[in-house]
């Protein structure tokens, strides 16, 4: 073998790392980058859990909110009715749907989710609430913002004393709800032929629930358990 072949084959090998060389620091950066990627995602992730199960629908609510209070200021600075131009884009059936929906003060929409129907119970229960603002800001500067809010590592037990006004408001709104209750709830006649399949008369109207909205998609379910034929 030659003294230029030598020469070459190593200038050949020289390349060949060079390039390798080059390929596994592209490999790298590509791995770090990837890396921090998925750390973001990580952390954003972990700061999505944290938040409330609604924020996102409250987020959209106050954005939706704050569009339409930017269109009513652009509107009467121009010296135009927003309302008549904001009705200028509605159906008919769709304005004496709105109509009718906006005489109501709480209406009911139908069973959806437990978590809408708890979050219309409570806006049903605050509606008559009167807060007292000045009792609200003193009691917050008092006890500090992160014991007020319950925030993350506070302890706010003991720190606040319910005064005996707020004790018989509580106990009166209470008996209004349970003689509200009373006269809606009826006595159902007792079937005696009917299949029991409950514990006690609770878990009886949960069972009954749970029938009429998922019973349809159960029956043959249900039918193949009792036949023994169920895979």
Do not use: C
């Not at 490999?27 to 952390?43: G, P, Q, Y």
Request: aromatic fraction near 8%; glycine fraction near 6%.
């Amino acid at each position: 073998m030659s003294k230029q072949q030598v020469v070459a084959g190593g200038s050949g090998v020289a390349g060949k790392m060079a390039d390798f060389k080059a390929r596994l620091a592209k490999l790298h950066t590509k791995r770090n980058e990837a890396s921090m990627l998925n750390h973001k995602e990580v952390v954003e992730e972990d700061r999505l859990k944290q938040m409330p199960k609604n924020y996102a629908k409250k987020r959209q609510r106050l954005e939706a909110e704050l569009a339409e209070d930017q269109r009513r200021e652009a509107a009467e600075s121009e010296g135009k009715d927003y309302d008549r131009m904001k009705l200028l884009g509605v159906g008919a059936d769709e304005a004496e749907r709105w109509e009718r929906r906006k005489k109501k003060k709480n209406p009911d929409q139908g069973f959806s989710t437990y978590e809408d129907a708890t979050i219309r119970q409570y806006q049903r229960l605050i509606n008559n609430k009167k807060v007292d603002m000045e009792e609200y800001n003193r009691e917050k500067q008092m006890v500090g913002e992160d014991a007020f809010y319950g925030r993350d590592n506070t302890i706010a037990i003991g720190l606040h004393k319910d005064s005996k006004e707020a004790i018989d408001n509580m106990v009166d709104d209470l008996e209004k709800q349970i003689s509200k209750r009373e006269k809606y709830s009826r006595r159902r006649i007792f079937d005696d032929d009917a299949d029991i399949n409950f514990i006690n008369e609770r878990n009886m109207k949960f069972n009954k629930k749970l029938e009429r909205f998922y019973g349809d998609y159960t029956e043959e379910i249900k039918q193949n358990l009792e036949r023994g034929t169920a895979v």
